[in-house]
């Protein structure tokens, strides 16, 4: 987990700007002889792609996916797996605007008093377009935890929340929304709109849970699962927090509200609540694993903002051209790859030291 | 950042056991040349020490810190700072309840689900002792990082929260919570000694600021400055949530609303607001950056709770004994202590790469 | 320093098989500002470059590298450089036997017994066409250190050593060999021809030297600079032998012997003598950095040898098609950049801590 | 591998000086269940302790070691086990020499040269005494891979080599040089003898033998198993040289020579040689793992040897004292201990990949 890497186990290393030639990941410590190809890789590429609907950026990306090395003969081989998405449309637009001045909310000033220098285009490396790389990474690694199943959505953008007891995973694919409440999606198709329309943007919480992770994964005190998790979804482009099961709601309970009692059940233990969202002591339960991620709204708008110019002096700033109004929706898939990668990853760890 | 080690170039390792001989944490990469010894460390530990107040656990531990290593003539030499406390008060209890059984809301199924096995005195290896290694360290990493101020304080216990008007950094020492809020340290003693009369407990919230953070530091993408907070706050024990900036509150604004707007200052950028809580692209930007952080309520209550045998049976459990009616309170030196810990790991890192 | 990645600050790592579509690096942690294209890699890669003489394997290959990330209007942005090789001359040859039978000295064997499974083509991820990789990678790295200079040389082939008084840098270039010994190199020819018609191979020993390094890089202690040198070099094919300094021949000398004496000199300290090969303690002294590494004879030869096969039958194998009579020789780019890539990692490193 | 720390899943961090109080090390990642207590690690710490022969230095240290956590109940939690010795025998002498001038072939100019600054008494943390921590941990990995057996032996001293055909492990406790050939045992009392007296030095040769190892250990390629070995060894004190098998014999041989063919046998494969030391392509063979470590002599002679005082003026030194007159020989279990720390944790990472 240094600079562009992630992992303990199974090890990402991800590469790419938004204008470059191609992005991508190299995936390592994958086990060997999974069943591998493009095909297991390009649905969850396709669930993220842009410009699918009016809701997402108009940038037309067919993200197509290419493995370059890790398999042979459909399978993977245990070394590492370059998996690399061309770049295809980097419009070629005036950037003078952001070259000179700091785009407020965006990566801009933070890069250039850091590097003295940034590939503005897009944003370069701090551009969301990244999280291609970690969708594609993910894909494979719940190839190496087929017990487990992970499921992300959307449960409210800008003020509006899902109704939880309509949750339906089912509905999940069939809204732009990744939102498993029908009438929210519903609802959210003019709040959404209406923003998109008025050059505004809308923030969003992402909720992502892994069932038939068995109990023992994790590790103390700084390899614990949760802290993993927070790690990964925090790197997130405008992920502003992370929760575990209640999360700041925890805080509100007393012992006996938060308490998860345990009885004994035909396969093991049962739980009589998950107030923890499936992780103790930084160790699974067995209970499903429950994480809840806030985006902040998009920072690309149209109305002009205060700021000011690379030689210091005072400006403003309008961010036009293709951007997500709500970057949170596409953060569903984003959300459920890193879920699976951190999961992947202390499945291995966990076999490591207790076999 | 494995197992029992964080960190990147400033790297600590912590050991010990609840109710082992001692505890402790090896520094490793600390800059040589830095004036250290026991009191430079001690009143921190002193002030996250147990025993000091009605609302704490009544458990007695001088931690007296000892210095074995990485020091002479009264400097750091750059090689590791050994840091040892002995634990003096592990109290003759009889365990066998909690050895027995499965306390809700603790690590003991998950211990024990993972290694077949546990050392059930006091919680072992996860028991919140293990932050007194954490604190002696971060008193360490302060050192190597004097331009930066690191002040964390209580914000919240169970419903109540402190009124924002009222901050007064002055008054977190004057009072048993680490409130900067007087009024509200007020009304905390009754709110946790009933909790406390009751048996019961209470969540809370800490929140942590540093001043003097330089813009720069933090890297993209998997080492975000605050990826690597997120980490090491739910590391803590009984953390479920963390946030940067304004967290999920961001979530509900729109763009406009969450734009940190910057004009041209005397003494470089200056900001209008800090929704971003001092972070953007994972790097800071010169502003306070201002991390929160939810503490579930202490699991150990007198309450008998559901649970089941370690042969399965179903059984109920109450925790007798010494325990923080609410353990966020004494997080607040810890989260203050690992926020001094990622931030001088992270300036010694931008040092490695941007000179 | 796990599965394909090494380094410490400045990491890398490389991926690809011997006949994928391609192979490549991605290097992380590079420093801001260095300016790099292309060009500046290709002539260490033209150096390394198979079929330009009858002494190395006639497989052809352009290596030609393409830069997919990292650098910006020619300068690096201090995000990961992503590296691509490809691979062309993949000759459609058949690899039934190697497929069926494990060739002895090879990793064929080994790699079966780990992953039940490997790719069998030209080695797979065991060839050392993933040298090219770290080639490339080591290019970069001495860019970032510009005050260094990095030569590698073969000092011997078979028993047939260079004369030390008849070393000369310049020759290195004039000849297959990368030999400083002009003498040396024409025997060599004759050498290397009768081993290369007779189907056999022969080993070699190659010697780096680093001037320019000043007093400091290197940590104790186990990130001490010759532990980082000995695993680099090791984690080369063939490679079964690394020497720092006066290597084994240190074990037969007297502690008088073995004293590299001081004097007071103009800039500086200045030494007598360098035994020790410009390291103490792991540190550097700011001698020049001096490393042997051991290169086994190729392991593909036309002579049969007993081998099994797959199902554990007895066999008999010889390696037709391409290969290097002397892998040794082509070694001598490869330790370079392995050298150059540890340096400028503990250059990082040492700032990082004394700043 | 960081720093003071080693190891990819079975990590270990040393810390400590000659001449504090104690030293120590914490052992992270071991599995959980293994019986352990100091009786299981103090006979390795004895064979490594000094003053138990003329032939070795007259400090005397008990080296008792104390586990200060990761046990209960007799057995291993997985949690650190923290490993401590205290130092007893800190001889109250005059260091003003070594503290106002370097001694040749010593750490003491590179320290001040990379911290400014120097803990002088007896070599601060570049003093061997840091191997006793690498021993006491070594005993624990030795448990965690019962199925391995490690040997180590000194092969050489001086110009005086064993005698191959006369080894006999069951020598090598029988004399004070871990020396498996009696003959050549009765010959270095005379050899080490007469170089103690002289107030000269010797350098050694070391070689470790492990049987009992998998084919399948070790992984592509920067986690080689030979790459480890190799960072493992060098950075033991006073080594300077590192081959796996036939090493640099491997260079003077040809491809025929060379080859460990295979034949099939009852228990799976058999080789009928061993010169790659049962490494292939960095991944174990199933062969006896043959590594052979080169030890300078001691470099702290009575002999006056020019050199510079810190100040940089020319002067003298000769190191009085209590030293080795030869390092290499306790040597052997230090290689013996980082044999099998090694091969533990490659165990643990085959089995996190592979199942």
Redesign the interface.
């Known amino acids: 987990?240094?600079?562009?890497?992630?992992g303990?186990?199974l090890?990402f290393?991800?590469?790419?700007?938004s204008h470059?030639?191609?992005?991508?990941a190299?995936l390592?410590?994958?086990?060997?002889?999974l069943g591998l190809s493009e095909e297991d890789i390009q649905p969850f590429l396709d669930a993220r792609r842009p410009g699918q609907s009016k809701f997402t950026t108009q940038r037309k990306e067919p993200d197509q996916v290419?493995i370059?090395?890790?398999v042979?003969e459909g399978?993977t081989?245990?070394?590492?797996?370059?998996l690399m998405i061309e770049n295809v449309d980097q419009r070629s637009k005036d950037y003078s605007d952001v070259a000179k001045a700091?785009r407020?909310?965006?990566?801009d000033?933070?890069?250039d008093?850091?590097?003295?220098?940034?590939?503005y285009?897009g944003g370069?490396?701090?551009s969301a377009r990244?999280t291609a790389a970690r969708v594609a990474a993910g894909a494979v690694a719940r190839l190496a935890m087929p017990e487990v199943t992970v499921t992300a959505y959307v449960s409210?953008i800008?003020?509006d929340e899902i109704d939880r007891s309509q949750i339906d995973f089912a509905e999940i694919a069939n809204n732009p929304f990744f939102c498993p409440d029908p009438a929210a999606a519903k609802r959210w198709e003019t709040l959404v709109d209406t923003?998109r329309k008025a050059g505004?943007?809308?923030?969003?919480?992402v909720e992502c849970v892994a069932t038939g992770v068995?109990?023992?994964?994790?590790?103390?005190?700084?390899?614990?699962l949760?802290?993993?998790?927070?790690?990964?979804?925090?790197?997130i482009?405008a992920v502003?927090?992370?929760?575990?099961?209640?999360?700041?709601g925890?805080?509100?309970?007393?012992?006996?509200?938060?308490?998860?009692?345990?009885?004994?059940g035909e396969n093991?233990?049962e739980f009589?609540a998950n107030?923890?969202?499936g992780?103790?002591?930084?160790?699974?339960?067995?209970q499903p694993v429950v994480c809840r991620v806030?985006?902040?709204?998009?920072?690309?708008?149209l109305?002009p903002?205060?700021?000011?110019g690379r030689d210091?002096?005072?400006t403003q700033i309008m961010t036009k051209g293709r951007h997500d109004p709500c970057v949170?929706i596409r953060g569903a898939p984003v959300v459920e790859a890193m879920m699976a990668l951190v999961l992947a990853d202390h499945k291995?760890?966990?076999?490591?030291?207790?076999?």
């Open positions: 987990m240094s600079w562009n890497t992630f303990r186990i090890r290393t991800t590469w790419g700007e470059g030639p191609a992005l991508g190299v390592d410590g994958c086990p060997p002889g290419r370059l090395s890790g042979f399978k081989t245990g070394t590492p797996i370059s700091y407020p909310g965006h990566a000033y933070a890069y008093a850091k590097y003295g220098f940034r590939d285009r370069g490396r701090s990244e409210q800008g003020h923003a505004s943007s809308l923030g969003a919480v068995p109990a023992g994964w994790g590790a103390p005190v700084y390899a614990k949760d802290a993993d998790l927070a790690a990964g979804m925090m790197s482009n502003k927090g992370v929760e575990i099961g209640d999360g700041f925890a805080a509100r309970l007393s012992g006996e509200q938060n308490a998860d009692a345990m009885r004994s093991g233990p009589e107030h923890a969202g992780i103790a002591g930084g160790i699974s339960t067995g806030a985006f902040k709204p998009t920072s690309s708008i109305t903002v205060d700021t000011i210091g002096e005072n949170g291995m760890l966990h076999r490591a030291q207790c076999g």
